[in-house]
């Protein structure tokens, strides 16, 4: 979203605030939470216009003045709700001086748990699903998703749970509706030519995973009937658990869609997209993989597309690397976008040559991007490389993660056929991709050796493309931000985690960094300790005068790699995790586009604050840090501290050194009702290694739900001295 129409949507929210009768800049009592958004309806916009949608949510969103959407082209706005008519004759009347309205009674604000927000996107802005964020003083709100549609969007009405109250809709449209109760069947009534070729694509599942809130998860299948009720085809799942259905009218007529849940479950927050459109699909292309500046000749695959069918596209010399979404011009118009994946790899196409067998492997020089199809049930695509002893490789399959049907399994054999290693599935972070990866594989002896590519299941076809990405392995990291958003109040700081998944044997230090604070705002970037060191932290603090605002962050991580004479410089961009709750109250994550920093006004806790901001311990010492909150007057809920981000058993976030642990026994880390002073008690191993000023937070955390947390934190630095060091400071001492 752009930010500099910023003020004059804050203006209309401090009326509508005004209007209800109670300023943002009041305090409420106990335990306030950010809002968890649920649901929008309806669930997708349409390009080129604006539309008014509902945003529903757990939590209160009361006071909520900006919307923030990824990506480009689109803008959000709160719509400011209409006041009762006796607040319209108070608001004309002239407002008391601040310091008589200081004096009032503070008010409960309402509970607004539904919220008109306008939406406008331009006529360019990319189809498909947005990520999207309500900003209000109590903080800013979980993801929610946004379709961005073609067509006019045509909302369900009505009871239209049978046939004969189906809904009608024109051809080409999309369709919001819900299943909001159990056994709902939800039908719509179309036309069609004979001969008209039609497809029905259901967003549904997949608007899902990123729901905070949202436990259990929808499982969508369309049917469709003639007059008569006769089915005349049916699909489950195809895009994940979305249906996708294309379908040729031999006649004309009248013609029936159904959707419902597979097990007729319903959900009031289980939206659903139906894009119903005689245009093309494209569901994928080959290549799959592509090179930035290139113009690339596409086969396309998928609906309304003919044999062999190509179009050509430039890809941009400075776009981003990785998996992107592009639309191709088919005849006159944009395609829906389409999956490909930009490397800087050299890239090569699978040969039309038989490599089924090792005998017949196609030669490949490393480093290679190779574009391949399993064309056919049963086939397999096998690659021949020359490798030294000791070299070290790499070897990735792109496929699944982007669309395509292939479900990959890969080998690495040698020159006689032997098996060396293989894997199914990969992991990246705390996700597992159906995509296949083999990493930091040490080659045995001098000699060829060969990959070979399969369906685990041994299907085939146009769709199943791949990207094969082999390289040498070279030491690197990725880093994943928990969580997504971080919490202010004037005057109180927060946190965010950042984990290390570290590859191909990176031992390194990573310093952390972040961009994009908004004023009033500093930060306190952390490093991830070089060997066993997992977690950094973030530490974030707002002036007494931070004004309310949200800004999305960028936080990366850099560091050096020696090779040789020369020095390896690497940056990486953290993935963010959003966490949702998990069904028995465990604490999930799914990747999200943005991570979110919110100042919000005073909530349950005015101010942290702790004896030392500097720690300096020796092997076998304990320390202790005394904590002291100011809580808001009323407000007396338990608070607990830590050092530690963890739920149940298991621990998110941890930036001490390795060697420093949480003396849960001479800590008193619970404070109950009114107390409001505790300490921590941290405990240095014997055998804990040095590390040099190593930024750790002190929480305190005030929970909102069996898994959600509001977090205060202030940042400590921690030194802990070499043998060597403390040796001499007994030496000093006794001197």
């Known amino acids: 979203m752009n930010l500099r129409n910023a003020t004059r949507r804050h203006a209309a929210c401090l009326l509508s605030m005004v209007l209800t009768g109670c300023l943002a800049s009041q305090v409420s009592v106990g335990q306030t939470p950010y809002p968890m958004v649920m649901s929008l309806e309806p669930v997708a916009a349409q390009q080129g216009q604006s539309s008014e949608h509902t945003v529903r949510s757990r939590y209160n969103m009361f006071g909520a003045y900006r919307v923030l959407v990824s990506g480009t082209g689109v803008t959000g706005e709160v719509v400011p709700p209409e006041p009762p008519p006796e607040k319209k004759e108070e608001a004309k009347k002239e407002e008391k001086p601040a310091e008589k309205e ?42 929610g998703q946004l379709v961005i549609a073609p067509d006019t969007v045509v909302r369900e009405s009505g009871n239209n749970d049978k046939l004969e109250d189906a809904n009608e809709v024109p051809v080409p449209a999309t369709i919001c509706g819900a299943f909001e109760k159990g056994e709902d069947i939800d039908y719509y009534k179309f036309k069609a030519e004979a001969g008209m070729a039609i497809s029905f694509h259901v967003r549904c599942m997949r608007l899902q995973d990123r729901i905070h809130d949202l436990q259990n998860h929808a499982d969508p299948m369309i049917t469709l009937r003639n007059t008569s009720g006769t089915t005349l085809a049916a699909v489950d799942n195809y895009f994940a658990a979305d249906p996708w259905l294309t379908y040729q009218f031999k006649e004309a007529g ?32 080959y290549p799959l993989g592509v090179k930035r500046g290139e113009e690339i000749d596409f086969r396309l695959v998928g609906f309304g597309i003919e044999e062999q069918q190509q179009a050509k596209m430039a890809i941009a010399a400075e776009g981003p690397l990785g998996l992107q979404w592009v639309q191709l011009m088919l005849g006159e118009t944009l395609s829906n976008p389409a999956p490909v994946v930009v490397s800087d790899l050299p890239l090569l196409a699978e040969t039309n040559d038989p490599n089924n067998e090792t005998a017949t492997a196609q030669p490949i020089s490393i480093p290679i991007g190779v574009n391949g199809r399993i ?61 296949s990866q083999v990493e930091n594989w040490t080659v045995p002896a ?71 604070l908004p004023k009033g705002v500093q930060a306190h970037c952390g490093k991830i300790l070089a060997g066993k060191g997992v977690d950094g932290s973030i530490i974030f603090q707002a002036a007494a005068d931070a004004p309310m605002d949200i800004s999305n962050l960028t936080i990366r991580g850099t560091s050096e790699i020696k090779e040789g004479e020369q020095v390896r410089q690497l940056d990486r961009r953290a993935v963010v995790y959003q966490e949702t709750y998990q069904p028995g109250g465990g604490r999930g994550h799914w990747t999200v586009d943005e991570h979110a920093l919110s100042v919000g006004t005073v909530n349950d806790i005015r101010s942290l604050k702790v004896s030392t901001q500097e720690i300096t311990a020796k092997p076998g010492e304990s320390v202790k840090i005394d904590v002291e909150i100011e809580r808001v007057e009323g407000f007396d809920k338990n608070v607990s501290l830590d050092v530690l981000f963890k739920h149940l058993s298991s621990t998110y976030g941890n930036s001490l050194p390795e060697g420093v642990t949480l003396d849960d026994k001479n800590s008193k880390i619970l404070l109950t009702g009114k107390e409001s002073k505790g300490h921590i008690t941290l405990k240095v191993a014997d055998t804990a290694p040095p590390a040099q000023q190593q930024l750790f937070p002190v929480m305190a955390h005030v929970s909102i739900n069996f898994v959600m947390k509001a977090t205060y934190a202030v940042p400590l630095k921690i030194t802990v001295l070499s043998k060597e060091k403390e040796e001499e400071t007994k030496t000093e001492e006794k001197k």
């Not at 082999?470 to 985690?497: N, W």
Request: charged residues 35%.
């Open 102 to 143: 200081a004096e009032k009674k503070e008010e409960k604000p309402p509970n607004i748990e539904r919220l008109k927000v306008r939406f406008t996107v331009t006529a360019d802005a990319l189809p498909g699903v947005r990520d999207f964020r309500i900003a209000t003083p109590q903080g800013v709100s979980t993801v």
């Open 254 to 285: 009248e013609y029936y869609l159904e959707i419902r849940d597979v097990r007729f479950n319903g959900n009031e927050y289980w939206q659903y997209s139906l894009e119903i459109s005689n245009r093309p699909f494209i569901s994928n292309v």
């Open 375 to 435: 064309e056919r049930e049963t086939d397999i695509d096998c690659y021949r490389f020359d490798a030294k002893k000791g070299e070290r490789y790499t070897i990735e399959v792109v496929a699944r993660r982007h669309q395509s049907m292939l479900d990959s399994h890969i080998r690495i054999m040698n020159a006689e056929g032997k098996e060396q290693t293989l894997n199914d599935d990969m992991k990246i972070g705390k996700h597992t991709f159906a995509d």
């Open 446 to 516: 001098d000699g060829q050796y060969v990959i070979e590519v399969r369906d685990l299941h041994l299907r085939g076809g146009p769709e199943h493309v791949y990207l094969l990405k082999v390289s040498p392995s070279k030491e690197d990291f990725r880093i994943f931000a928990d969580t997504d958003k971080t919490q202010l109040t004037p005057g109180t700081g927060g946190v965010v985690f950042v984990r290390i998944e570290r590859r191909n044997g990176f031992e390194g230090e990573v310093q952390l960094h972040v961009e994009g």
